[in-house]
T-cell receptor
Framework: AQSVAQPEDQVNVAEGNPLTVKCTYSVSGNPYLFWYVQYPNRGLQFLLKYITGDNLVKGSYGFEAEFNKSQTSFHLKKPSALVSDSALYFCAVRDQNRDDKIIFGKGTRLHILP | GAVVSQHPSWVICKSGTSVKIECRSLDFQATTMFWYRQFPKQSLMLMATSNEGSKATYEQGVEKDKFLINHASLTLSTLTVTSAHPEDSSFYIC??????????FGNGTRLTVT
């Protein structure tokens, strides 16, 4: 069965420093991967996706993610963190048996320290 | 851009009563909408897929008689939590897809059953 794993429940980063939120995936075949962000008491907002092509995907708000097939990873990155980046981040993969279904990781809470 | 509106944003109800949550796609027609449930500090769990003009498809373990879904038009899906109990208290989020764009999420509804 397909899945994504986010090994960190929480990540703390000082403002201005680079940030990384980790995600690994388990699928058979080529994965469709996503990152979403959730602010308190709000729905999810789409950040970026990887389907095919360049391994470095650029998304909203200055975020990017690197697809690494050999390590089965899709880590979310940003060169310089902002306090406003503090939120809950979800990695997700499209279900290969149902293209209308997305499987979410458990989420990583990102705290940017001023 | 496409927007999904969810109403109400929060609701408190007494045990035994029913609560209806609405999900609207504001500037596009959505033949398929999705309902998720999110527990504190946990990921989103897909509850059901709402199909316009036909019965919803429920995920394994979700009680269809408990969580009634109606998708009467191309812009509106409703989730009714029937005979609510405190254990139904949760954050409910809907989403809709405007193919080929990624999913757009509502802002969620926090349900508290007393």
């Amino acid at each position: 069965a397909q899945s994504v794993a986010q090994p960190e429940d929480q990540v703390n980063v000082a403002e201005g420093n680079p940030l990384t939120v980790k995600c690994t995936y388990s699928v058979s075949g080529n994965p469709y991967l996503f990152w979403y962000v959730q602010y308190p008491n709000r729905g999810l907002q789409f950040l970026l996706k990887y389907i095919t092509g360049d391994n470095l995907v650029k998304g909203s708000y200055g975020f990017e993610a690197e697809f690494n097939k050999s390590q089965t990873s899709f880590h979310l990155k940003k060169p310089s963190a902002l306090v406003s980046d503090s939120a809950l981040y979800f990695c997700a993969v499209r279900d290969q048996n149902r293209d209308d279904k997305i499987i979410f990781g458990k989420g990583t809470r990102l705290h940017i320290l001023p | 851009g496409a927007v999904v509106s969810q109403h109400p944003s929060w609701v408190i109800c007494k045990s035994g009563t029913s609560v209806k949550i609405e999900c609207r796609s504001l500037d596009f027609q959505a033949t398929t909408m999705f309902w998720y449930r999110q527990f504190p500090k946990q990921s989103l769990m897909l509850m059901a897929t709402s199909n316009e003009g036909s019965k919803a498809t429920y995920e394994q373990g979700v009680e269809k008689d408990k969580f009634l879904i109606n998708h009467a038009s191309l812009t509106l899906s409703t989730l009714t939590v029937t005979s609510a109990h405190p254990e139904d208290s949760s954050f409910y989020i809907c989403s809709a897809r405007r193919t080929p764009r990624p999913l757009h999420f509502g802002n969620g509804t926090r349900l508290t059953v007393t």
